[in-house]
């Protein structure tokens, strides 16, 4: 059965439920507020005919709310004209006027969308978080407040890298209750957890559950899709089993204290709908990006100019480290801070600020939190030593818009064939006549190599961190190998980047 990954506000764009007029279709943590707990009031003081005592979140629910609202969006649509489309079976024309129906000719090849998702108030001067795949594209946005009230509101500013956006509305008359933020970075597997919202359009629903993980990465927010070249997010979700559905992407995640823990965002489901794995944006990334969608319109992020990707097992295996954390280091931008400090290709970053690395997603978002100019002591293990390099950061170029690249699952060499690099290859790719190496020439569709992702015209330039410059160098480094695992570097050809170093750590 497939899985699929939905970000749930329903809308043509987003392939959900959509409110079209006036009807719903379906596409396809600390210690709760004084009185939450309530004694009946027929408790005697001699303790007799007393009833046994309730417990309810609804205090602190009931003030969190107001600052929950339902965003509305619309959009207009270009569509074929109606002359040169056929609908073989009326029930199916989306549009409602059947096979062979002329085009009318008032009608100007347009069609106006809606969609629905959800918001939340941040500041009293009408400030509201919310997702950018809610308020993308639209031509007009609508707030509804819980209670009632409705109001026009302008796009602030968005950030596709995180699926945030910022909307504004005029606060005269509204007396807007903000909510209040929680440190996310103190949420916990295991606290209780709350999700406001407007689910499938019905209206403001409130839904309980737990904190089901931290620091989830799932490759669910990417950007330029339709230029080509795809870019990761800035992901770090918090995972949820609090019912979400379509419709209550934008909205809120709060604390048992009723403070914002996270921006509600995507969830993973085989049938469309809620099966208890959502994901949140930490506010602690949604409050840097929003502060500076609201002062400046845009978001600016620093970078130290390296390519970054995992650790894994073998790899970590394979250079000597006890478990595998923090981020490899594919290659250093020359002319960049991390070339600059004396970063190297190969080197794997442990630490910044003394603050140990999980993974390369979390070393890509701490960096890209900071201002440009900002000076940082970053640890790398290189060669099994701890070396500290200070970096001054600079802000974020387009040409380097993601500091990390996907990484292959790694595997061992068996069923690989290499040879010396042609010359013809060489012209045909730019391969610069300095690097040396062997070339893959065929990869066995059943190896653990082919199945690991290493790919024909790959170029190996290193096993162990030893050169290998020829055919003989390849056979007698592998030969030679003593350990349970090797680290084996080789470049491979990007469209749009050129030539780039990947790092395998490989199985014996």
Not at 128 to 137: A, F, M, Q, R, S
Not at 467 to 474: I, K, L, N
């Amino acid at each position: 059965m497939k899985i699929q990954i939905k970000r749930y506000m329903p809308g043509v764009l987003l392939c959900a439920a959509l409110a079209v007029g006036s009807s719903l279709i379906i596409h396809a943590i600390a210690t709760p507020e004084a009185g939450a707990n309530r004694v009946d009031s027929a408790v005697q003081a001699s303790g007799q005919n007393s009833a046994p005592p309730s417990f309810t979140f609804a205090p602190m629910l009931k003030q969190a709310r107001k600052s929950v609202v339902n965003v509305l969006v619309e959009k207009v649509d270009r569509v074929p004209t109606r002359s040169m489309e056929r609908f073989p079976f009326p029930f199916f024309d989306p549009f409602g006027q059947g096979e062979g129906r002329q085009q009318d000719p008032n009608d100007d090849g347009t069609r106006r969308s809606r969609g629905a998702g959800s918001g939340v108030v941040v500041s009293a001067d009408g400030y509201i978080l919310t997702n950018n795949h809610v308020v993308e594209d639209s031509d007009e946005v609508t707030v509804t407040f819980s209670n009632g009230r409705t109001e026009k509101a302008k796009v602030v500013g968005t950030d596709p890298p995180t699926d945030l956006a910022v909307l504004k509305v005029e606060p005269k008359g509204l007396d807007l209750e903000p909510i209040q933020f929680a440190n996310s970075d103190s949420v916990e597997v295991g606290d209780l957890a709350f999700a406001i919202g407007n689910p499938l359009g019905i209206g403001q629903t409130v839904t309980m559950g737990i904190v089901s993980a931290t620091g989830r990465t799932m490759g669910i927010i990417r950007t330029g899709e339709n230029s080509g070249t795809p870019q990761a997010g800035y992901e770090d979700f918090i995972q949820t089993d609090a019912a979400i559905n379509r419709g209550n992407s934008g909205g809120a995640l709060i604390t048992v204290d009723g403070r914002l823990m996270g921006i509600n965002s995507a969830i993973i489901s085989q049938s469309g709908g809620n099966e208890g794995i959502g994901f949140a944006i930490p506010m602690n990334i949604a409050r840097f990006v929003m502060d500076q969608l609201i002062s400046n319109g845009k978001v600016q992020r620093a970078m130290i100019g390296a390519l970054l990707t995992e650790v894994d097992s073998t790899m970590a295996k394979a250079l000597g480290m006890d478990r595998p954390y923090g981020a490899m280091v594919n290659e250093v931008v020359q002319g960049k801070p991390a070339a600059a400090a004396g970063m190297k290709a190969g080197d794997v970053i442990t630490k910044i600020n003394g603050t140990e690395m999980r993974d390369s997603m979390q070393t890509r978002n701490m960096i890209s939190m900071m201002k440009p100019g900002t000076k940082v002591d970053i640890t790398v293990n290189r060669n099994g030593k701890a070396v500290t390099l200070p970096v001054t950061l600079t802000g974020l170029d387009q040409q380097f818009s993601s500091e990390s690249v996907e990484s292959s699952s790694q595997s061992g060499l068996d069923g690989v064939s290499v040879s010396e690099i042609p010359e013809d290859m060489r012209s045909q790719l730019r391969l610069d006549a300095d690097v040396k190496g062997v070339v893959v020439t065929r990869v066995s569709p059943s190896s653990k190599a082919a199945a690991g992702g290493i790919r024909p015209r790959d170029v190996i330039v290193a096993i162990d961190r030893q050169p290998v410059t020829s055919v003989g160098d390849f056979e007698r480094l592998m030969k030679g190998a003593q350990k349970d695992a090797i680290f084996v570097q080789v470049k491979r050809y990007v469209q749009g980047r050129g030539w780039s170093n990947f790092f395998f750590g490989v199985e014996r």
